[in-house]
């Protein structure tokens, strides 16, 4: 039985409140697009935490928060692109530090070896610079898709 989000979404408001919105695993893994299996190894490695989650029991059902999808949506981005799960975790936690009010300001890029969060035109001039081929990943444009998949999955 799937789990109902307990926010906005199933009215899904103008400015949804993404500070209250709970998923478990199966809607979840709808919404970012990755098979169940593969969301639950992120979890099990780290990549990806269910913050929403009172219960720590290993029984205990799995509920992601908005933050938590977001992470996960750059985390399948970042392994698409070809960077690998010890490279990501890093920037995954720097992710999670980060106050959600700015997010949408954070842009990753990554030259195939490293991943950077640039905040400035400087910065990625200093990256291109480096003669490797780069990528980038606006968060802000990954925020705004996941908020219309999580309109589309919880409407149904």
């Not at 925020?143 to 998949?149: A, K, Y």
Request: charged share 20%; proline share 4%.
């Amino acid at each position: 039985m799937a789990h109902t989000p307990r926010s906005a979404y199933g009215a899904y408001a103008a400015e949804p409140d993404h500070s209250i919105a709970e998923f478990n695993a199966a809607l979840a893994s709808r919404i970012v697009g990755v098979r169940l299996p593969e969301l639950e190894r992120w979890t099990r490695s780290g990549l990806v935490t269910p913050s929403a989650s009172n219960n720590t029991e290993p029984s205990a059902e799995r509920l992601y928060s908005f933050r938590d999808l977001l992470v996960a949506k750059v985390t399948q981005r970042l392994l698409d692109a070809g960077i690998s799960s010890e490279q990501i975790k890093p920037a995954v936690e720097h992710l999670r530090q980060r106050g959600t009010d700015d997010l949408t300001r954070v842009t990753l890029m990554s030259d195939g070896v490293s991943v950077y969060e640039v905040t400035s035109t400087d910065e990625v001039i200093d990256l291109l610079h480096g003669g490797s081929g780069v990528f980038a990943i606006a968060i802000g444009g990954v925020w705004r898709e996941l908020e219309g998949q999580i309109a589309e999955q919880t409407s149904a």
